[in-house]
């Protein structure tokens, strides 16, 4: 003969305390209340799988967040559930999956898990340029669509301000940079196909533009230029320690007096500077010497031999 449960009412569950061991109140049904040593209560719903002999236990909420009559009309859902077959626990653990997903497909999301590769692969600088582009052109149209409802008119309309403004350079930068995420997502499982692959056809490529050259017959006139100019010291200094040492701008204005060995007359870019990440070394010529002997007074108590005007524990900014 089966044992019948007398249902719980308000009272006995607000009053419940707990004892020396963990033990449960039976509501009927599978749902129990069950007290914690600690003081907790949590409802718990205990039932036969479907097209199963195993039994398994759900926890549907805590007490009182949860109230009684709560309780049982989530419970009662479980059980119409189950007389149709359906797991309760396993529609719980598949909808989280999907709400995990659905979070996880996020345009922005996937981007930041691409980022946290691609950086790993190129310079801080470049990166930090890439991510900027993505914030200010891309995220705020389609940070938050899933990747899987992107289309490709949708990602040309999103990039359509890029081209009002007349930025084709950036335009094509960020095409190539959405390719890639997309790229990763189909690598991660996240799509099939990668909309993205042609978007660039539909924009006018940028005209590639050659940087300015000099003729080497001209230098001469480019270094009296430098002399003659109407320039700050610590700026004319700059350019000639760039034209003496044929480094990147960026390489000469981050110079640190800790790279020069005077006795060895050497100069020691660490690789972490240098684009191709690896140590480079430069012959200081008397010229390259004459010059730094003029620096040492205008940097002194900086780190850096071309100091920023402002913050000189910073190197120089805009000089070049």
Not at 70 to 81: I, K, P, Q
Not at 131 to 158: C, M, N, Y
Not at 295 to 318: I, N
Request: proline letters at 7%.
């Amino acid at each position: 003969m089966a044992v019948l449960t007398r249902p719980l009412s308000a009272s006995e569950v607000q009053k419940a305390k707990p004892a020396d061991k963990d033990y449960e109140l039976f509501d009927g049904q599978g749902l129990t209340l069950f007290i914690k040593t600690n003081g907790k209560k949590i409802w718990r719903f205990r039932y036969k799988r479907p097209g199963s002999t195993a039994r398994t236990t759900i926890t549907l909420g805590h007490y009182p967040a949860m109230s009684l009559a709560s309780a049982r009309t989530l419970h009662a859902e479980h059980l119409t559930l189950l007389v149709k077959g359906i797991d309760p626990k396993k529609q719980e653990q598949e909808e989280a999956e999907r709400e995990r997903l659905a979070v996880d497909s996020l345009f922005i999301n996937v981007a930041t898990r691409w980022f946290a590769v691609k950086k790993t692969k190129i310079s801080a600088d470049y990166a930090d340029d890439i991510w900027k582009s993505l914030e200010r052109d891309v995220f705020p149209a389609i940070g938050q669509t899933p990747v899987i409802d992107l289309k490709a008119h949708t990602l040309i309309a999103a990039l359509e301000p890029v081209r009002l403004r007349g930025a084709l350079e950036t335009l094509h930068r960020l095409t190539q940079r959405i390719n890639e995420v997309m790229k990763f997502a189909i690598n991660t499982g996240l799509l099939d196909a990668n909309p993205a692959s042609t978007i660039d056809e539909a924009f006018v490529k940028p005209r590639k533009k050659h940087m300015p050259t000099i003729r080497p017959e001209r230098m001469p006139e480019l270094m009296q230029r430098v002399y003659t100019t109407n320039l700050s010291p610590m700026t004319r200094l700059l350019l000639l320690w760039q034209l003496l040492t044929l480094v990147r701008p960026a390489e000469a204005a981050g110079t640190m007096w800790c790279e020069i060995d005077i006795g060895k007359r050497l100069w020691t870019l660490p690789a972490a500077r240098m684009k191709m990440k690896r140590e480079h070394q430069v012959p200081l010529s008397p010229q390259v010497m004459a010059v730094l002997e003029q620096l040492k007074p205008l940097s002194k108590h900086s780190p850096f031999v071309f100091p920023g005007r402002v913050k000189r524990c910073q190197p120089m900014e805009g000089a070049i």
